[in-house]
């Protein structure tokens, strides 16, 4: 069903407090109604107990408290689980739940990492991953980013403590509901995660990185490098066409100077692209500079794509390079990568698989 009623969850208290003025209600009365939602966790306005019954029915009337619904679900509790939920108009999106592992951002051993995604699809088809193959569908709203981790702890039971701006889309082409949803994820009022404890990662977008570094909020930047030369990245990721690595990295060194923290660059392996020891002497020249962490990830298999990841001798040599140079770097070895692979994939096996039912239908 299309709900066309506005989510409640994209208002900020502003935005609420001015639709009760409106209406002639106390202010305090949205301080109630965020309590119920973010707090309380209610399922209905109905359950608003503390309101009058005529302002319960308004609300109703005139907005929707939740639009998500999970549709699949993969992963098991002591592993990563991937969420597949569809949105109010039928869009598809990937939410994953990552279990407590030490070398994920900033995380320590009791840290449960929620991987929430910012676009339906995404446009900057990067040539490795699964998110871009069929493009970009639109934005979503700061409401439906939030939402992703009410619903997850809902269905869970678990408390989410970090959030990691790494699924589906590229969160800086979406900048205006991304800092929305993450003044409503920092908020006292909303979900209540610190900035510290949300990392935005980005293909390199670097005017949008500069304007992400003047905004107040201490939140973490990791960057999808991916390539050490502007020949390499370029051959993978087209948007370092537009922002090749000298300004992207300009962007970087003003990022980490104004919140005067340590950028994470994240770097793929794939085998025979990136994974030379030319590309690891490189990138520990480019980490070295902004003082940056790295963080490797073998390449997940993608459906439909050729790449493949490197053997874990050649892994072990491409990280021994880039510590012998005296840099930070982990690597993240994932227990079963069939269910953790990279975020996009379950919707694309999902959407494909519809696609096919359809056309068997027809036939
Ligand atoms: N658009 C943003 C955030 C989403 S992608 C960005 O590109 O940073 C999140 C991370 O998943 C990126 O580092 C991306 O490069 C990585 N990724 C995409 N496909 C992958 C794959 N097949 N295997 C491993 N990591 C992948
Ligand atoms: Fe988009 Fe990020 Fe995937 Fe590139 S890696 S296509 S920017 S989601």
Redo the contacts with the bound molecule.
């Keep these: 069903m299309n709900d066309s009623r506005p989510a409640i969850l994209d208002l900020s208290p502003a935005d609420l407090a001015s639709w009760l003025r409106e209406r002639q209600q106390p202010k305090y009365r949205a301080d109630q109604i965020f309590e119920w939602i973010y707090r309380k966790r209610v399922t209905g306005f109905a359950r608003m107990l503390n309101l009058p019954e005529a302002l319960r029915s308004e609300l109703e009337n005139n907005f929707r408290l939740f639009g998500l619904r999970k549709v699949r679900q993969t992963g098991s509790e002591d592993s990563t689980r991937k969420f597949l939920f569809s949105l109010v108009d039928g869009n598809l999106i990937e939410t994953v739940l990552i279990p407590a592992s030490p070398d994920l951002y900033g995380s320590a051993a009791d840290r449960k990492t929620l991987c929430v995604s910012t676009q339906v699809g ?1 446009a ?1 088809g ?1 040539k ?4 871009g193959l069929d493009g970009w569908t639109r934005n979503l709203r700061s409401g439906e980013i939030v939402e992703q981790i009410i619903q997850v702890e809902a269905e869970t039971g678990e408390k989410v403590n970090n959030i990691v ?3 589906m ?3 800086l082409a979406n900048f205006e509901q991304l800092l929305r949803a993450v003044k409503t994820i920092n908020a006292d009022w909303g979900i209540g995660i610190g900035a510290r404890h949300m990392t935005v ?3 390199g977008l670097a005017p949008r990185i500069r304007e992400l570094a003047d905004q107040p909020l201490q939140i973490r930047l990791a960057i ?1 490098l ?1 390539g050490a030369t502007d020949e390499v990245r370029g051959q993978i990721m087209p948007v370092n066409r537009k922002y090749p690595l000298a300004e992207l990295m300009d962007a970087c060194a003003y990022y980490s100077s104004r919140k005067k923290q340590r950028i994470t660059f ?1 770097y ?1 392996l794939i085998n025979g692209i990136n994974d030379g020891l030319d590309q690891a002497e490189k990138l520990a020249r480019l980490a070295r500079r902004i003082e940056a962490k790295i963080n490797l ?1 073998p ?2 298999q ?1 459906q439909g794509l050729n790449w493949s990841r490197p053997s874990s001798n050649r892994q072990n040599a491409f990280l021994q390079a880039l510590r012998s140079s005296g840099i930070d770097a982990t690597i993240r070895r994932e227990k079963g990568h069939d269910i953790d692979a ?2 996009g994939q379950l919707r694309l096996q999902t959407v494909r698989d519809k696609t096919f039912a359809a056309v068997s239908e027809v036939r």
Excluded: D, L, Q, R
Aim: with cysteine.
């Design positions: 995404c900057y990067c490795f991953c699964a998110s701006f790494m699924g889309g590229e969160p990662s980005t293909s999808s991916h994240e793929i990830i390449y997940n993608v990279a975020c």
